[in-house]
């Protein structure tokens, strides 16, 4: 596929991950039950690793220092914002999790900023708070208590825009999906070497479990992580930030869907905010400026 082509389909590549990851939500929550958290993602990402090498293998002789320090970066976030984000979902509600690793699409226009000197505009401040305010409300129950899997889920929205900043600025000049399958095979590492050292290899894996692995690794990783990358490379990365919030509204969908969760009116009003936003990061609301101006000229 060619550049013009990727370029026009990198908005909607980085929401099609996010409507995978969200499908994921419960499908985790019952893999964690059977598979150790660092098990899993060595799982996942052994075999993204493996599926990403096997179908672009012509591009491995493209590799080189360049692909291994920004794979060993991008790779050892994305590991750092997983385990973070798991080992808080243990220990805080699901909603929660969800509303404050969002926490990203707040943090990364100024990240950005700090690293690039590209200072955010108004549209990109205006729509980050909007879209937490909307994953707030969708995500949220009344319990606002903070214990420790809320600050480690916090940190991992951190490390998660870390990991969106360095995305943006290692995927420039080079082959994305040799980047991405690098960036597999690192994360893999440090999963394997913290499952090794601190879980018990699982026993007694049910077929369930092993369908779900199947699912996490195939589609919500060498999938959904290749979409966000090549996405991420010709997206504004606080735009990026502003669509991969999408995984919390999607996360609930689903729940709701399975009829885990009932659709209420805050949920209704937070994804009435969140498309808001997206109009508001994705236009900047020139629309509304241009019928202003075609009404004033109109009415002279």
């Known amino acids: 596929m060619n550049e013009t082509a990727l370029k026009k389909l990198a908005r909607p590549l980085i929401v099609l991950a996010t409507l995978i990851w969200g499908s994921t939500f419960v499908i985790m929550k019952s893999t964690l039950d059977t598979v150790p958290t660092f098990y899993l993602l060595a799982f996942r990402f052994t075999a993204g690793a493996v599926i990403l090498a096997a179908i672009f293998w012509r591009r491995l002789k493209l590799l080189d220092r360049g692909y291994l320090v920004a794979g060993a970066v991008m790779g050892t976030l994305l590991f750092a914002a997983y385990s973070t984000q798991t080992f808080g979902l ?62 480690l889920t916090l940190v991992s929205g951190f490390v998660y825009a870390c990991h969106i900043i ?16 690098v960036q597999f095979a690192v994360t893999a590492a440090w999963a394997w070497g913290a499952a090794l050292l601190f879980e018990h290899f699982p026993r007694g894996i049910t077929a369930g479990a092993a369908g779900s692995l199947a699912y996490l690794a195939v589609c919500a990783t060498a999938g959904a992580l290749l979409f966000q990358n090549v996405g991420q490379k010709y997206t504004p990365p606080a735009t990026a930030a502003v669509l991969l919030a999408l995984e919390a509204p999607f996360g609930v969908f689903f729940s709701v869907l399975v009829g885990s969760e009932k659709l209420t009116v805050p949920m209704v009003l937070g994804f009435a905010l969140i498309f808001i936003s997206i109009l508001c990061s994705e236009t900047k609301f020139a629309f509304l400026r241009r019928k202003s101006a075609g009404g004033e000229t109109g009415g002279g």
């Open 166 to 181: 360095a995305v943006a600025k290692n995927a420039q000049g080079k082959d994305i999906f040799l980047l991405t399958a």
């Open 90 to 151: 243990m220990l805080t509600s699901p909603g929660k999790n969800a509303f404050l690793t969002a926490v990203y699409c707040v943090i990364v226009p100024f990240l950005y900023w700090v690293v690039s000197r590209q200072a955010p505009d108004k549209f990109n401040v205006a729509a980050a708070l909007l879209c937490i305010a909307g994953v707030g409300l969708v995500s949220l129950s009344a319990d606002f208590s903070v214990n420790w899997g809320d600050v």
